[in-house]
């Protein structure tokens, strides 16, 4: 069999390697005659049967993705070369010309030379950065946009892309980035075309993507803006231009028009995701209300004629700029988007992935260019046409005019403009041949004012004015005499005498003033719908004098902005004063009017007013109003208000889903409670509504279900609780303890203002922050004016309440404040606090408090990377001006004395956070961090490369912590942050706390294991070992600051636990606690050696380092051995003996005393803190069983042979002994090849060679043996491999050939010789008769290297290439590249098969390879190519083991390096939904994540449900449609061909490369079976069904068939439990119900088997179970009681039906007559409802280990530990996702629960999927307390 293997790899070498190089000559760059490199020249294809599917594999080949046509007959001319294929026939899978069937000999001549035509790599041009015929010229290549470089760029390079582009020519060619730098890839660089061709990729250039260029070298174009033709030569997208449309210069001078340039993108020429230009930028359109009405705006805006589809959801991808638009709602009449109503500029609650987009009409309108102008070139040119009355007609349907009018219905002048104005009124300007002209105004009247006015898209004109009244224009007089009747679309439409035909000068240029001038209006300084009133104007926001405000007036307003009526009309500023223009007086409205522009006023900006008489407006709405009353902030009695007074709800039906309604009402984000019987209080007023019954999707009360008619009392007055809305505070404008109190509110920060405001509601400020309590509560702005909203007023706390909004307080945004009220505090840490209190710091910076959050990370406790909270997150500090003033303040923050250092560099690695701070400044006195100089938060210019880091100095005698206590808390969360382990080792030590500027210990008094818990915790270990006592680890000699601590486990930190208070105690140090936490480094191998002998390394921080030799003694090694398995020690090397390692030298110093369980509890210099090379690289030798004395490895010292002579062995005891010591058992062949080469023998520390004297055939067996081979070939002499350089070792060796070492065999005694190197012996060994390599059956569990030789090295190859890399890919793909001479270099890809990429991946450390690619399939190297013809088994260790050509011996070209894909992932899940259905996610360095569903398509699924084991995928599903993951994202823009064997063999991004978050979680739907031909997900279509009936099957063979096909296979009980509940049923995507009508028993039997369950026990109908809220699909249901699904069952027809949800069908399900649950053969994969109890978490405790508690009826109960053991907790591990339990734990091990007992007495037999399906007493049906809550722990792989 091997033989067979090696015949066929030795045939592709010789067919592959045979390959010709191709070439396309005659055409352009994709075109062009076929030629073929061979034997030193180029010669031509015969064209006898050429067609496509051969050009196909010649473009492939080129790189192209396939061909467009082949030609025949020298289509591209004659070659002038032998022809060298003829009768070419390929299937068109193949990947070379040369691997489909073909003669090599011909009839042909070069007549019928073959040839080829590719599709260009580079068809999508655009320009960007500029307008419609200018900007950087960007090309579309490899799914994205990238630029050209200007290196030799020219006009006549320019010429190619104007005329791609559909342009004439080409004005100018830009170069240095002049329309900007783009983002994208270099695509092209070099540039040199000769001006003939038809794409920019058919001119001469480096290559894709081959530069030496940077983004300020961008290319750039001006064209002509005239086109050559009526349509693009290219499918170039209409969307690319930024001023494509319509309106694409329209501009409102001013102030109109704040939006009126759209485009599309993300799409094609009439669809994509809507951008509108704002601020000089694109910014999006939020999809929130969007529907056809808006996209008809926009789709005419652009010059459709309508919109076909509005749509939402980012169909068209996630957009890049702002959000400048939402809730947009178009009547559809308007003339452009602004003109729609919104909620103001960039005022949202968006994200981009609900960018909305359009699908527009492309009728024939569209063919016409409605960018330029018609030149009378190209009038000429339509006249001209063959086209008569008729065509034309067909052709322009839209233009209803004869022929002769024609004309003018071009939109010659589209682009109009006013100017010497304002936003509506001003001079008429017309652009027209590239620049702007004037209208004379003879005949000008009100008509043509109208036809501009309406063309720049407002309603109508108010005047047309003239004599050039808005100034006199420059440029020409376009128009004259203009004649329009008034309803004509664009000027040129109108009768005039001829473009620049005129007898005027600008003295008479005409002008307009158009109405709708204040169209955009606010309400500032209040809430939603009362304020200050604020117009735009100009530009910018001004207000409204109130002289002769009144209720009319705020009428027009209130209308204005979308309200029913005005309440009220505020003067006064009674909203606080504006700081705009004052842009109306005397406002004299009637009360009818549109806008308030339309009202009587003494005009614009004419004014005797100051903003002290700002006026305002309350506007009431259809919605009645509400408000919580009794309660505190989110909790209270429900009242609205109606006719003007408040009432109450009662409280009949009442439950969370009207909870939920009322508290979104409010702004909350949804209800925790829902209360009845007037919980909070009964009310006074009437009581309004009744019987109130809400779906949950409701956004206002009044939009439920509900009686205005009641029967109830004030006893029943309704009340919610609602979640915190403010559960984020901060103080702003003053220090860390201290400032402006500002909460998070509707997406941005606000203030509290000061109307009541006290200690006492400071101290809730202060509490919430985490500090003990507040000293004063400050008022007036005593730190500063916010800028934000007022979010709260009349607070009013009892002192108690854990978080602000709990208070009492006027309602959220409910107040009559200016920010010169807004409220302070200044919070108290401890009595000794070294903070400011009542005296304001004279120098406050606006930023100050914002980042009172400091840490050190990556370090140990007192040293690390700097790392501030900003914005929920952790970042760095940029080392740019770093130095020791910043240290300095630093750490006097950490509660340090000073800074010993202030590092750079990352010199304690790189964060992954943002970088917060840049080009810090100090002076050393600021008491924190963001005191002093900076960019400004989030402004820099670095890379965490650059990540700042300190060394704090903690007493003057200590530089350094013996510990490498990770630093992660933080200073001003709580009194005791600081904590570190002294008197220890890294992970175990005293326990101290910095308090009052000092160290200080915790007494011993209750310490526990839990309290040990939050100690390693709080120092970022995961959990604690032991907890210690009675000063384990020395006396303290600082203050005892705690004593009787008691933490329940759950505390972030020890100061949260409970204790006697701060240095409250009646302890000595003799007390001093202490605690074990686990280790940091309990991975230790062993390297460089054998099994038990090696370099020691460790791992940290996710790679392999070593340790330093310093005070390396056998008591280190001893404790190396011992974690390693075995009994001790027999030596500890130094000097890296064992070779030197590559990573990083993590420990130093190592003292043990012995007897410690794992390296890191020695003492030592701190992880990483050392001053070594790798040079000092410790090892060790292990024993390697306790009856062997003597190491198997290595020479035998001196010492040890004396030891042995001392023993009592006698000779033959010695001999016995010491065959087993294998001396020299270490020996590789050198100078040769895997299998052949000098004979070497490591001795003393080195590589020595043997004599040859006596050298034979036995001799070299034992050799080959030794080395895994099976036996020699030969024996050879006279350093026929090259002489060797060391010690000679060994001569006249003499061996019988069955020893098992060489050392057995006789010889002279150790370097004891006659010899010269001249003479030193080699061998060749075979394995298998015609094999030269070694087999799989060499050991290879002892080296990372060869055999079981682990020092062994091939010279003259071996170890020569042992750095390779991945390039051009991702992390487990791409181009092999090795190192060789210093530089990187390639693998030709002769000979390249799935062996030779096993080996590279495993040198990678990766399992195996899934494939080998040839053909530079990730590009093209650069380097020399180091490696051709390689040839490997598989089985060895490194590339350079394999046979190859020799280094740098080759025929190749890098078209041909090789390449890998590496397997990562080991294992592929589904998780969220069911058995074949839910969210991918795949298992990468330990842990589970997700796939980004960036580009996720069918494809990609059809990867994955067969690498599950399924047929093929029905769905690919986007959105996180299956809930959101929680582990990394380790996949983006996975491109699948769908033929794949796992998802890592397709393109993506790499590994954890990615731009997305969890909502785009990547899900599929698989088939469920192979023989199942319809989806078990979805539903039957029509075109599926007319399929099937189609088919031969009769009715019986259909009757077989369907009952398989399970079109709602998918069934669920809900609102009820494990039995029973609603029936509903999955269908397109989403659970509707079943109706009652017919339901009966029959109906509920099939629903209750199909569950799993034995029979029903009833069929329930009229909503039992509450109502539904998805479709009713199932009407009239007709079970016979014996069908398998509810789907066989006769009904009325898919989503058929007549009823409401009050009919909703139910059922209670039996499976044994006293058993109330389901048992366990009841399907619980598919279903996350189908048990009582689904929801089950751990508390208590960690990750995998806690108290087990239950979800039920609405709340988390626990499980009694009566009986629990092992087996029950099983079922817990796995129904949370882990493999199984390692413990069941009784006794509430983690702390008592507070909720109800849910389960007692729960007997599981260990096979359910969940808890409730095991046997148990009942739910709430217990006999137990809280002290037996049951506990698990689960399993970590």
Same mark, same amino acid.
């Given at each position: 069999?091997?033989?067979?293997?090696?015949?066929?790899?030795?045939?592709?070498?010789?067919?592959?390697?045979?390959?010709?190089?191709?070439?396309?000559?005659?055409?352009?760059?994709?075109?062009?005659?076929?030629?073929?490199?061979?034997?030193?020249?180029?010669?031509?294809?015969?064209?006898?049967?050429?067609?496509?599917?051969?050009?196909?594999?010649?473009?492939?080949?080129?790189?192209?993705?396939?061909?467009?046509?082949?030609?025949?007959?020298?289509?591209?001319?004659?070659?002038?070369?032998?022809?060298?294929?003829?009768?070419?026939?390929?299937?068109?899978?193949?990947?070379?010309?040369?691997?489909?069937?073909?003669?090599?000999?011909?009839?042909? $001549?070069?007549?019928? @030379?073959?040839?080829? @035509?590719?599709?260009?790599?580079?068809?999508?041009?655009?320009?960007?950065?500029?307008?419609?015929?200018?900007?950087?010229?960007?090309?579309?290549?490899?799914?994205?946009?990238?630029?050209?470089?200007?290196?030799?760029?020219?006009?006549?390079?320019?010429?190619?892309?104007?005329?791609?582009?559909?342009?004439?020519?080409?004005?100018?060619?830009?170069?240095?980035?002049?329309?900007?730098?783009?983002?994208?890839?270099?695509?092209?660089?070099?540039?040199?075309?000769?001006?003939?061709?038809?794409?920019?990729?058919?001119?001469?250039?480096?290559?894709?993507?081959?530069?030496?260029?940077?983004?300020?070298?961008?290319?750039?174009?001006?064209?002509?803006?005239?086109?050559?033709?009526?349509?693009?030569?290219?499918?170039?997208?209409?969307?690319?231009?930024?001023?494509?449309?319509?309106?694409?210069?329209?501009?409102?001078?001013?102030?109109?028009?704040?939006?009126?340039?759209?485009?599309?993108?993300?799409?094609?020429?009439?669809?994509?995701?809507?951008?509108?230009?704002?601020?000089?930028?694109?910014?999006?359109?939020?999809?929130?209300?969007?529907?056809?009405?808006?996209?008809?705006?926009? &789709?005419?805006?652009?010059?459709?004629?309508?919109?076909?589809?509005?749509?939402?959801?980012?169909?068209?991808?996630?957009?890049?700029?702002?959000?400048?638009?939402?809730?947009?709602?178009?009547?559809?009449?308007?003339?452009?988007? =602004?003109? &729609?109503?919104?909620?103001?500029?960039?005022?949202?609650?968006?994200?981009?992935?609900?960018?909305?987009?359009?699908?527009?009409?492309?009728?024939?309108?569209?063919?016409?260019?409605?960018?330029?102008?018609?030149?009378?070139?190209?009038?000429?040119?339509?006249?001209?046409?063959?086209?008569?009355?008729?065509?034309?007609?067909?052709?322009?349907?839209?233009?209803?005019?004869?022929?002769?009018?024609?004309?003018?219905?071009? @939109?010659?002048?589209?682009?109009?403009?006013?100017?010497?104005?304002?936003?509506?009124?001003?001079?008429?300007?017309?652009?027209?041949?590239?620049?702007?002209?004037?209208?004379?105004?003879?005949?000008?009247?009100?008509?043509?004012?109208?036809?501009?006015?309406?063309?720049?898209?407002?309603?109508?004109?108010?005047?047309?004015?003239?004599?050039?009244?808005?100034? $006199?224009?420059?440029?020409?007089?376009?128009?004259?005499?203009?004649?329009?009747?008034?309803?004509?679309?664009?000027?040129?439409?109108?009768?005039?005498?001829?473009?620049?035909?005129?007898?005027?000068?600008?003295?008479?240029?005409?002008?307009?003033?158009?109405?709708?001038?204040?169209?955009?209006?606010?309400?500032?300084?209040?809430?939603?719908?009362?304020?200050?009133?604020?117009?735009?104007?100009?530009?910018?926001?001004?207000?409204?004098?109130?002289?002769?405000?009144?209720?009319?007036?705020?009428?027009?307003?209130?209308?204005?902005?979308?309200?029913?009526?005005?309440?009220?009309?505020?003067?006064?500023?009674?909203?606080?004063?504006?700081?705009?223009?004052?842009?109306?007086?005397?406002?004299?409205?009637?009360?009818?009017? *549109?806008?308030?522009?339309?009202?009587?006023?003494?005009?614009?900006?004419?004014?005797?007013?100051?903003?002290?008489?700002?006026? /305002?407006?309350?506007? #009431?709405?259809?919605?009645?109003?509400?408000?919580?009353?009794?309660?505190?902030?989110?909790? /209270?009695?429900?009242?609205?208000?109606?006719?003007?007074?408040?009432?109450?709800?009662?409280?009949?039906?009442?439950?969370?889903?009207?909870?939920?309604?009322?508290?979104?009402?409010?702004?909350?984000?949804?209800?925790?409670?829902?209360?009845?019987?007037?919980?909070?209080?009964?009310?006074?007023?009437?009581?309004?509504?009744?019987?109130?019954?809400?779906?949950?999707?409701?956004?206002?009360?009044?939009?439920?279900?509900?009686?205005?008619?009641?029967?109830?009392?004030?006893?029943?007055?309704?009340?919610? =609780?609602?979640?915190?809305?403010?559960?984020?505070?901060?103080?702003?404008?003053?220090?860390?303890?201290?400032?402006?109190?500002?909460?998070?509110?509707?997406?941005?920060?606000?203030?509290?203002? =000061?109307?009541?405001?006290? +200690?006492?509601?400071?101290?809730?400020?202060?509490?919430?922050?985490?500090?003990?309590?507040?000293?004063?509560?400050?008022?007036?702005?005593?730190? /500063?004016?916010?800028?934000?909203?007022?979010?709260?007023?009349?607070?009013?706390?009892?002192?108690?309440?854990?978080?602000?909004?709990?208070?009492?307080?006027?309602?959220?945004?409910?107040?009559?404040?200016?920010?010169?009220?807004?409220?302070?505090?200044?919070?108290?840490?401890?009595?000794?606090?070294?903070?400011?209190?009542?005296?304001?710091?004279?120098?406050?910076?606006?930023?100050?408090?914002? +980042?009172?959050?400091?840490?050190?990370?990556?370090?140990?406790?007192?040293?690390?990377?700097?790392?501030?909270?900003?914005?929920?997150?952790?970042?760095?500090?940029?080392?740019?001006?770093?130095?020791?003033?910043?240290?300095?303040?630093?750490?006097?923050?950490?509660?340090?004395?000073?800074?010993?250092?202030?590092?750079?560099?990352?010199?304690?690695?790189?964060?992954?956070?943002?970088?917060?701070?840049?080009?810090?400044?100090?002076?050393?006195?600021?008491?924190?961090?963001? #005191?002093?100089?900076?960019?400004?938060?989030?402004?820099?210019?670095?890379?965490?490369?650059?990540?700042?880091?300190?060394?704090?100095?903690?007493?003057?005698?200590?530089?350094?912590?013996?510990? *490498?206590?990770?630093?992660?808390?933080?200073?001003?969360?709580?009194?005791?942050?600081?904590?570190?382990?002294?008197?220890?080792?890294?992970?175990?030590?005293?326990?101290?706390?910095?308090?009052?500027?000092?160290?200080?210990?915790?007494?011993?008094?209750?310490?526990?294991?839990?309290?040990?818990?939050?100690?390693?915790?709080?120092?970022?270990?995961?959990?604690?070992?032991?907890?210690?006592?009675?000063?384990?680890?020395?006396?303290?000699?600082?203050?005892?600051?705690?004593?009787?601590?008691?933490?329940?486990?759950?505390?972030?930190?020890?100061?949260?636990?409970?204790?006697?208070?701060?240095?409250?105690?009646?302890?000595?140090?003799?007390?001093?606690?202490?605690?074990?936490?686990?280790?940091?480094?309990?991975?230790?191998?062993?390297?460089?050696?054998?099994?038990?002998?090696?370099?020691?390394?460790?791992?940290?921080?996710?790679?392999?380092? !070593?340790?330093?030799?310093?005070?390396?003694?056998?008591?280190?090694?001893?404790?190396?051995?011992?974690?390693?398995?075995?009994?001790?020690?027999?030596?500890?090397?130094?000097?890296?003996?064992?070779?030197?390692?590559?990573?990083?030298?993590?420990?130093?110093?190592?003292?043990?005393?012995?007897?410690?369980?794992?390296?890191?509890?020695?003492?030592?210099?701190?992880?990483?803190?050392?001053?070594?090379?790798?040079?000092?690289?410790?090892?060790?030798?292990?024993?390697?069983?306790?009856? !062997?004395?003597?190491?198997?490895?290595?020479?035998?010292?001196?010492?040890?042979?004396?030891?042995?002579?001392?023993?009592?062995?006698?000779?033959?005891?010695?001999?016995?002994?010491?065959?087993?010591?294998?001396?020299?058992?270490?020996?590789?062949?050198?100078?040769?090849?895997?299998?052949?080469?000098?004979?070497?023998?490591?001795?003393?520390?080195?590589?020595?060679?043997?004599?040859?004297?006596?050298?034979?055939?036995? =001799?070299?067996?034992?050799?080959?043996?030794?080395?895994?081979?099976?036996?020699?070939?030969?024996?050879?002499?006279?350093? +026929?491999?090259? $002489?060797?350089?060391?010690?000679?070792?060994?001569?006249?060796?003499?061996?019988?050939?069955?020893?098992?070492?060489?050392?057995?065999?006789?010889?002279?005694?150790?370097?004891?010789?006659?010899?010269?190197?001249?003479?030193?012996?080699?061998?060749?060994?075979?394995?298998?008769?015609?094999?030269?390599?070694?087999?799989?059956?060499?050991?290879?569990?002892?080296?990372?290297?060869?055999?079981?030789?682990?020092?062994?090295?091939?010279?003259?190859?071996?170890?020569?290439?042992?750095?390779?890399?991945?390039?051009?890919?991702?992390?487990?793909?791409?181009?092999?590249?090795?190192?060789?001479?210093?530089?990187?270099?390639?693998?030709?890809?002769?000979?390249?098969?799935?062996?030779?990429?096993?080996?590279?991946?495993?040198?990678?450390?990766?399992?195996?390879?899934?494939?080998?690619?040839?053909?530079?399939?990730?590009?093209?190297?650069?380097?020399?190519?180091?490696?051709?013809?390689?040839?490997?088994?598989?089985?060895?260790?490194?590339?350079?083991?394999?046979?190859?050509?020799?280094?740098?011996?080759?025929?190749?070209?890098?078209?041909?390096?090789?390449?890998?894909?590496?397997?990562?992932?080991?294992?592929?899940?589904?998780?969220?939904?069911?058995?074949?259905?839910?969210?991918?996610?795949?298992?990468?360095?330990?842990?589970?994540?997700?796939?980004?569903?960036?580009?996720?398509?069918?494809?990609?699924?059809?990867?994955?449900?067969?690498?599950?084991?399924?047929?093929?995928?029905?769905?690919?599903?986007?959105?996180?449609?299956?809930?959101?993951?929680? /582990?990394?994202?380790?996949?983006?823009?996975?491109?699948?061909?769908? @033929?794949? *064997?796992?998802?890592?063999?397709?393109?993506?991004?790499?590994?954890?490369?990615?731009?997305?978050?969890?909502?785009?979680?990547?899900?599929?739907?698989?088939?469920?079976?192979?023989?199942?031909?319809?989806?078990? !997900?979805?539903?039957?279509?029509?075109?599926?069904?007319?399929?099937?009936?189609?088919?031969?099957?009769?009715?019986?063979?259909?009757?077989?068939?369907?009952?398989?096909?399970?079109?709602?296979?998918?069934?669920?009980?809900?609102?009820?439990?494990?039995?029973?509940?609603?029936?509903?049923?999955?269908?397109?995507? #989403?659970?509707?119900?079943?109706?009652?009508?017919?339901?009966?028993?029959?109906?509920?039997?099939?629903?209750?088997?199909?569950?799993?369950?034995?029979?029903?026990?009833?069929?329930?109908?009229?909503?039992?179970?509450?109502?539904?809220?998805?479709?009713?699909?199932?009407?009239?249901?007709?079970?016979?009681?014996?069908?398998?699904?509810?789907?066989? &069952?006769?009904?009325?027809? +898919?989503?058929?039906?007549?009823?409401?949800?009050?009919?909703?069908?139910?059922?209670?399900?039996?499976?044994?007559?006293?058993?109330?649950?389901?048992?366990?053969?009841?399907?619980?994969?598919?279903?996350?409802?189908?048990?009582?109890?689904?929801?089950?978490?751990?508390?208590?405790?960690?990750?995998?280990?806690?108290?087990?508690?239950?979800?039920?009826?609405?709340?988390?109960?626990?499980?009694?530990?009566?009986?629990?053991?092992?087996?029950?907790?099983?079922?817990?591990?796995?129904?949370?996702?882990?493999?199984?339990?390692?413990?069941?734990?009784?006794?509430?091990?983690?702390?008592?629960?507070?909720?109800?007992?849910?389960?007692?007495?729960?007997?599981?037999?260990?096979?359910? *999927?969940?808890?409730?399906?095991?046997?148990?007493?009942?739910?709430?049906?217990?006999?137990?307390?809280?002290?037996?809550?049951?506990?698990?722990?689960?399993?970590?792989?």
């Amino acid at each position: 069999m091997q033989l067979w293997w090696l015949l066929v790899v030795a045939c592709s070498v010789l067919i592959s390697g045979n390959a010709k190089l191709i070439r396309l000559a005659g055409g352009a760059g994709n075109t062009g005659r076929v030629e073929v490199y061979h034997n030193g020249q180029w010669g031509t294809v015969c064209d006898d049967g050429w067609g496509l599917e051969e050009a196909n594999v010649v473009c492939r080949q080129l790189g192209f993705e396939s061909a467009s046509w082949s030609r025949t007959m020298a289509h591209y001319g004659q070659g002038t070369g032998p022809i060298l294929l003829d009768d070419v026939v390929c299937d068109g899978s193949e990947t070379f010309l040369t691997q489909c069937s073909h003669s090599d000999t011909h009839d042909c $001549q070069h007549t019928e @030379d073959a040839g080829v @035509d590719c599709y260009s790599v580079l068809n999508n041009v655009r320009l960007a950065g500029g307008g419609g015929n200018y900007g950087r010229v960007e090309v579309y290549y490899n799914g994205q946009w990238g630029t050209v470089c200007d290196d030799g760029w020219d006009l006549i390079d320019a010429n190619v892309v104007c005329r791609q582009l559909g342009f004439e020519s080409a004005l100018e060619s830009k170069s240095s980035a002049f329309y900007g730098q783009g983002s994208g890839t270099i695509v092209l660089d070099d540039v040199d075309c000769t001006g003939d061709e038809d794409s920019l990729d058919q001119c001469r250039h480096n290559g894709l993507e081959e530069h030496n260029c940077v983004h300020y070298e961008d290319a750039g174009v001006v064209c002509s803006n005239t086109p050559n033709t009526l349509l693009p030569t290219t499918d170039t997208p209409s969307s690319l231009l930024p001023t494509t449309g319509v309106w694409n210069n329209v501009r409102l001078a001013g102030g109109g028009g704040v939006l009126n340039n759209v485009r599309l993108a993300g799409g094609g020429g009439n669809y994509g995701r809507v951008e509108v230009y704002y601020n000089e930028q694109w910014g999006t359109v939020c999809d929130d209300g969007w529907d056809l009405n808006d996209a008809h705006v926009v &789709c005419r805006q652009l010059g459709f004629e309508s919109a076909l589809e509005g749509n939402s959801n980012a169909m068209y991808g996630l957009g890049s700029g702002p959000i400048v638009l939402d809730d947009v709602d178009c009547t559809g009449d308007e003339h452009s988007l =602004d003109q &729609c109503r919104h909620n103001g500029l960039e005022e949202h609650n968006c994200v981009h992935y609900e960018d909305a987009g359009v699908v527009c009409s492309n009728t024939p309108s569209t063919l016409l260019p409605t960018t330029g102008y018609i030149t009378e070139e190209l009038t000429t040119l339509l006249l001209s046409t063959s086209y008569f009355t008729e065509a034309l007609t067909t052709l322009l349907p839209s233009t209803k005019v004869p022929i002769r009018l024609w004309r003018w219905r071009v @939109d010659i002048l589209n682009t109009v403009r006013l100017a010497g104005g304002g936003g509506n009124y001003g001079r008429v300007e017309v652009y027209y041949k590239g620049q702007w002209g004037t209208v004379c105004d003879d005949l000008w009247d009100s008509d043509d004012a109208n036809v501009v006015c309406r063309q720049l898209g407002f309603e109508f004109a108010l005047e047309g004015n003239r004599n050039a009244l808005y100034g $006199q224009g420059s440029g020409p007089i376009v128009l004259d005499d203009v004649e329009c009747t008034g309803d004509e679309d664009s000027l040129d439409q109108c009768r005039h005498n001829g473009l620049e035909e005129h007898n005027c000068g600008h003295h008479e240029d005409a002008g307009v003033v158009c109405q709708n001038i204040l169209n955009t209006v606010r309400l500032a300084g209040g809430g939603g719908n009362y304020g200050r009133v604020e117009v735009y104007y100009k530009g910018q926001w001004g207000t409204v004098c109130d002289d002769w405000w009144d209720s009319d007036d705020a009428n027009v307003v209130c209308r204005q902005l979308g309200f029913e009526f005005a309440l009220e009309g505020n003067r006064y500023a009674l909203y606080g004063q504006g700081s705009g223009p004052i842009v109306l007086d005397d406002v004299e409205c009637t009360g009818d009017e *549109d806008s308030l522009d339309q009202c009587r006023h003494n005009g614009l900006e004419e004014h005797n007013c100051g903003h002290h008489e700002d006026a /305002g407006v309350v506007c #009431q709405s259809n919605a009645k109003e509400i408000r919580l009353a009794g309660g505190a902030g989110n909790t /209270g009695r429900v009242e609205v208000y109606h006719n003007g007074q408040w009432g109450t709800v009662c409280d009949d039906g009442w439950g969370i889903e009207e909870a939920d309604v009322v508290c979104r009402q409010l702004g909350f984000e949804s209800a925790s409670w829902s209360r009845t019987k007037a919980h909070y209080g009964q009310g006074t007023g009437p009581i309004l509504l009744d019987d109130v019954v809400c779906d949950g999707s409701e956004t206002s009360l009044t939009q439920c279900s509900h009686s205005d008619t009641d029967n109830c009392q004030h006893t029943e007055d309704a009340g919610v =609780d609602c979640y915190s809305v403010l559960n984020n505070v901060r103080l702003a404008g003053g220090g860390g303890n201290y400032g402006r109190v500002e909460v998070y509110y509707n997406g941005q920060w606000g203030t509290v203002c =000061d109307d009541g405001w006290d +200690l006492i509601d400071a101290n809730v400020v202060c509490r919430q922050l985490g500090f003990d309590s507040a000293l004063e509560s400050k008022s007036s702005a005593f730190y /500063g004016q916010g800028s934000g909203t007022i979010v709260l007023d009349d607070v009013d706390c009892t002192g108690d309440e854990d978080s602000l909004d709990q208070c009492g307080h006027a309602g959220l945004e409910e107040h009559n404040c200016g920010h010169h009220e807004d409220a302070g505090v200044v919070c108290q840490n401890t009595p000794n606090t070294l903070l400011p209190t009542t005296d304001t710091p004279s120098s406050l910076l606006p930023t100050t408090g914002v +980042l009172n959050n400091v840490r050190l990370a990556g370090g140990g406790g007192n040293f690390g990377r700097v790392e501030v909270y900003y914005k929920g997150q952790w970042g760095t500090v940029c080392d740019d001006l770093w130095d020791s003033d910043d240290a300095n303040v630093v750490c006097r923050q950490l509660g340090f004395e000073f800074a010993l250092e202030g590092n750079r560099n990352a010199l304690y690695g790189q964060g992954s956070g943002p970088i917060v701070l840049d080009d810090v400044e100090c002076t050393g006195d600021e008491d924190s961090l963001d #005191q002093c100089r900076h960019n400004g938060l989030e402004e820099h210019n670095c890379g965490h490369y650059e990540d700042a880091g300190v060394v704090c100095s903690n007493t003057p005698n200590t530089l350094l912590p013996t510990t *490498d206590t990770p630093n992660t808390l933080l200073p001003t969360t709580g009194v005791l942050n600081n904590v570190r382990l002294a008197g220890g080792g890294g992970n175990y030590g005293r326990v101290e706390v910095y308090y009052n500027g000092q160290w200080g210990t915790v007494c011993d008094d209750g310490w526990d294991l839990i309290d040990a818990n939050v100690v390693c915790r709080q120092l970022g270990f995961d959990s604690a070992l032991e907890y210690n006592s009675n000063a384990l680890y020395d006396q303290g000699s600082g203050p005892i600051v705690l004593d009787d601590v008691d933490c329940t486990g759950d505390e972030d930190s020890l100061d949260q636990c409970g204790h006697a208070g701060l240095e409250k105690h009646n302890c000595g140090h003799h007390e001093d606690a202490g605690v074990v936490c686990n280790s940091v480094l309990n991975n230790v191998r062993l390297a460089g050696g054998g099994g038990h002998y090696g370099r020691v390394e460790v791992y940290y921080k996710g790679q392999w380092g !070593t340790v330093c030799d310093d005070l390396w003694d056998s008591d280190d090694a001893n404790v190396v051995c011992r974690q390693l398995g075995f009994e001790f020690a027999l030596e500890g090397n130094r000097d890296a003996l064992y070779g030197q390692g590559s990573g990083p030298i993590v420990l130093d110093d190592v003292e043990c005393t012995g007897d410690e369980d794992s390296l890191d509890q020695c003492r030592h210099n701190g992880l990483e803190e050392h001053n070594c090379g790798h040079y000092e690289d410790a090892g060790v030798v292990c024993s390697n069983t306790p009856s !062997t004395l003597l190491p198997t490895t290595g020479y035998i010292t001196e010492e040890l042979t004396t030891l042995l002579l001392s023993t009592s062995y006698s000779t033959e005891a010695l001999t016995t002994l010491l065959p087993s010591t294998n001396i020299l058992n270490t020996v590789r062949l050198a100078g040769g090849g895997g299998n052949y080469g000098r004979v070497e023998v490591y001795y003393k520390g080195q590589w020595g060679t043997v004599c040859d004297d006596l050298w034979d055939s036995d =001799d070299a067996n034992v050799v080959c043996r030794q080395l895994g081979f099976e036996f020699a070939l030969e024996g050879n002499r006279n350093a +026929l491999y090259g $002489q060797g350089s060391g010690p000679i070792v060994l001569d006249d060796v003499e061996c019988t050939g069955d020893e098992d070492s060489l050392d057995q065999c006789r010889h002279n005694g150790l370097e004891e010789h006659n010899c010269r190197h001249h003479e030193d012996a080699g061998v060749v060994c075979q394995n298998t008769p015609n094999t030269l390599l070694p087999t799989t059956d060499t050991p290879s569990s002892l080296l990372p290297t060869t055999g079981v030789l682990n020092n062994v090295r091939l010279a003259g190859g071996g170890g020569v290439l042992n750095n390779v890399r991945l390039a051009g890919g991702g992390g487990n793909y791409g181009r092999v590249e090795v190192y060789y001479n210093e530089q990187w270099g390639t693998v030709c890809d002769d000979g390249w098969d799935l062996n030779d990429a096993h080996v590279v991946c495993r040198q990678l450390g990766f399992e195996s390879a899934l494939e080998g690619n040839s053909n530079a399939m990730y590009g093209l190297g650069s380097g020399p190519i180091v490696l051709d013809d390689v040839d490997c088994t598989g089985d060895e260790h490194s590339l350079d083991q394999c046979r190859h050509a020799g280094l740098e011996e080759d025929n190749c070209d890098h078209f041909e390096d090789a390449g890998v894909v590496c397997r990562v992932f080991d294992n592929v899940r589904l998780a969220g939904g069911g058995g074949n259905y839910g969210r991918v996610e795949v298992h990468y360095n330990g842990q589970w994540g997700t796939v980004c569903d960036d580009g996720w398509d069918l494809n990609d699924a059809h990867v994955i449900c067969r690498q599950l084991g399924f047929e093929f995928a029905l769905e690919g599903n986007s959105n996180a449609l299956y809930g959101q993951g929680s /582990g990394p994202i380790v996949l983006d823009n996975v491109n699948c061909m769908g @033929d794949e *064997d796992s998802l890592d063999q397709c393109r993506h991004n790499g590994l954890e490369e990615h731009n997305c978050v969890h909502y785009e979680d990547a899900g599929v739907v698989c088939s469920n079976t192979p023989s199942t031909l319809l989806p078990t !997900t979805g539903y039957i279509t029509e075109e599926l069904t007319t399929l099937l009936l189609s088919t031969s099957y009769f009715t019986e063979a259909l009757t077989t068939l369907l009952p398989s096909t399970n079109i709602l296979n998918t069934v669920r009980l809900a609102g009820g439990g494990g039995n029973y509940g609603r029936v509903e049923v999955y269908y397109k995507g #989403q659970w509707g119900t079943v109706c009652d009508d017919l339901w009966d028993s029959d109906d509920a039997n099939v629903v209750c088997r199909q569950l799993g369950f034995e029979f029903a026990l009833e069929g329930n109908r009229n909503a039992l179970y509450g109502q539904g809220s998805g479709p009713i699909v199932l009407d009239d249901v007709e079970c016979t009681g014996g069908e398998d699904s509810l789907d066989q &069952c006769r009904h009325n027809g +898919l989503e058929e039906h007549n009823c409401r949800h009050h009919e909703d069908a139910g059922v209670v399900c039996q499976n044994t007559p006293n058993t109330l649950l389901p048992t366990t053969d009841t399907p619980s994969s598919l279903l996350p409802t189908t048990g009582v109890l689904n929801n089950v978490r751990l508390a208590g405790g960690g990750a995998n280990y806690g108290r087990v508690e239950v979800y039920y009826n609405g709340q988390w109960g626990t499980v009694c530990d009566d009986g629990w053991d092992v087996t029950d907790a099983n079922v817990v591990c796995r129904q949370l996702g882990f493999d199984s339990a390692k413990e069941g734990n009784s006794y509430a091990l983690y702390g008592q629960g507070s909720g109800p007992i849910v389960l007692d007495d729960v007997d599981c037999t260990g096979d359910e *999927d969940f808890l409730d399906q095991c046997g148990h007493a009942g739910l709430e049906n217990h006999d137990c307390g809280h002290h037996e809550d049951a506990g698990v722990v689960c399993t970590v792989l």
